[in-house]
C-alpha cells in the first residue's frame, strides 16, 4: 500500500524559508485521482490544510497561506516537496504529508489518507 | 470558511461505555464530513467518509451520523485501543478544508 515519509530541517531561522520533501513508496505520484498533500498540527492545536498538488501540476492551497506557499513534485524522484517562506515562531508546527484520493464521482478529493509520520519543524533564531 | 466546532474537547469514559462526539459547522455542509482517530505520537487516519460511511477495515463499533450542520461520531463500546483524539473535517467548500479543534478520549 502507498506509504509517505517527510523529511527536512527540524529548526528554521525567523524569515527563512521552511522546505520539506514527502517521499512516497507503494504506489507513483503520477498515478490518476491522487493529489498530494500538506497538512500541518500546530503544537497544543488543530490540523490545518496547507495545499495539495495534481499529477499535471495544477495547485490548490489555503488561501490563507497561499502568498507563502509553492508545492511542487518531482516525478523522477517519486517525490512532492514544500516551501514555506517567511517563516515565523507561528509556523512551528508538525507538519504532515498525505494522500488526497477521488473517491468514484467526485471531482475534487474529500479527505486524506494515508498520512505520513509527520516531522516537527521549529522556528527559532 | 467554514469553521467546525467539536464537543466535548476532551472525554474520560470507562472500557465499554458508549461515547459520543459532536461537530457542529458553521453553514450548511450536507453529509460532507470525515472522521479521524489520532492515536498518540501517531499521524490521524482516517475512520468515516460521507458523515456516515465507514473506511475499509474500520471496527463495526464506530459510527457516524448527521446532515446539514450538527454530526455526530459514536464508539459503541469503547475500548483501550480507542484512546485517541478525533477530528472532524468538511469538504463542503472545496478545495477549502478545515477541521475541528479535536476531542481528546481517555480512559477512566
Known amino acids: 500500500q502507498v506509504q509517505l515519509q517527510e523529511s527536512g530541517p527540524g529548526l528554521v531561522k525567523p524569515s527563512q524559508t521552511l522546505s520539506l520533501t514527502c517521499t512516497v513508496s507503494?504506489?507513483?505520484?503520477?498515478?490518476?485521482?491522487?493529489?498530494w498533500s500538506w497538512i500541518r498540527q500546530i503544537p497544543g492545536k488543530g490540523l490545518e490544510w496547507i495545499g495539495y498538488i495534481y499529477k499535471r501540476g495544477s495547485t490548490y492551497y489555503n488561501p490563507s497561506l497561499k502568498s507563502r506557499v509553492t508545492i511542487s513534485l518531482d516525478m523522477s524522484k517519486n517525490q512532492f516537496s514544500l516551501k514555506l517562506n517567511a517563516v515565523t515562531a507561528a509556523d512551528t508546527a508538525v507538519y504532515y504529508c498525505a494522500r488526497a484520493g477521488l473517491r468514484l464521482g467526485e471531482i475534487s478529493p474529500s479527505g486524506f489518507d494515508p498520512w505520513g509520520q509527520g516531522t516537527l519543524v521549529t522556528v527559532s533564531s | 470558511d467554514i469553521q467546525m466546532t467539536q464537543s466535548p474537547s476532551s472525554l474520560s469514559a470507562s472500557v465499554g461505555d458508549r461515547v459520543t462526539i459532536t461537530c457542529q459547522a458553521s453553514q450548511d455542509i450536507s453529509k460532507s464530513l470525515n472522521w479521524y482517530q489520532q492515536k498518540p505520537r501517531r499521524a490521524p487516519k482516517l475512520l468515516i467518509y460521507?458523515?456516515?460511511n465507514l473506511e475499509t477495515g474500520v471496527p463495526s463499533r464506530f459510527s457516524g451520523s448527521g446532515s446539514g450542520t450538527q454530526f455526530t461520531f459514536t464508539i459503541s463500546s469503547l475500548q483501550p485501543e480507542d484512546i485517541a483524539t478525533y477530528y472532524c473535517q468538511q469538504y463542503d467548500n472545496l478545495p477549502r478544508y478545515t477541521f475541528g479543534q479535536g476531542t481528546k478520549l481517555e480512559i477512566k
Open positions: 460521507d458523515a456516515s
Open positions: 507503494g504506489g507513483s505520484i503520477s498515478s490518476a485521482g491522487n493529489y
